[in-house]
């Protein structure tokens, strides 16, 4: 029996390595199911999912001119129904914030973005010339009129 590419056969488990199964089909051919063709889900141990004399389908890949046949275990199985996604609620920006009673003490406020960059500049500039000075006067360097 000639084996064609595409066609799902069923086939018993002979030997099982760490890369694979070898599998008989019918008419006296082997082919080998790479560990990444077993099953749709992570496989770290192939005999978690096969068994040596267990019965299987397998789809036939490719067939090379030496006569190795390429087989898919998970190609036989139905592809799993994705579960739909939670939908995120949609952005609403902030209401605007409730003014607080009078007679109630107002926390302070966080300051604006621009504000706290300017500070950092202002200390970083105050920083960078302190350093300056002292690493002048570590090169022996004054400074000419």
């Not at 069923?10 to 008419?27: C, D, H, N, P, Y």
């Not at 139905?78 to 939670?86: G, H, N, Q, S, T």
Request: aromatic content about 6%; hydrophobic content about 35%.
């Amino acid at each position: 029996m000639e084996v064609e590419v595409g066609s799902i056969v069923s086939g018993r488990v002979t030997g099982i390595t760490k890369f694979g199964a070898f599998v008989a089909l019918e008419g006296g051919k082997s082919g080998l199911v790479h560990i990444s063709e077993v099953s749709r889900s992570f496989v770290n141990d192939i005999h978690d999912f096969l068994t040596e004399g267990q019965e299987v389908q397998v789809k036939v890949l490719s067939v090379s001119p030496e006569g190795k046949i390429n087989l898919s275990i998970k190609q036989t199985q139905e592809v799993p129904a994705l579960r739909p996604r939670p939908q995120r609620p949609a952005f609403r920006a902030p209401a605007a914030p409730v003014p607080a009673a009078p007679s109630a003490p107002v926390p302070p406020q966080e300051p604006s973005f621009e504000d706290k960059l300017k500070q950092f500049m202002t200390i970083s500039d105050s920083k960078q010339s302190e350093f300056n000075r002292h690493m002048a006067g570590k090169r022996g360097g004054r400074r000419r009129k």
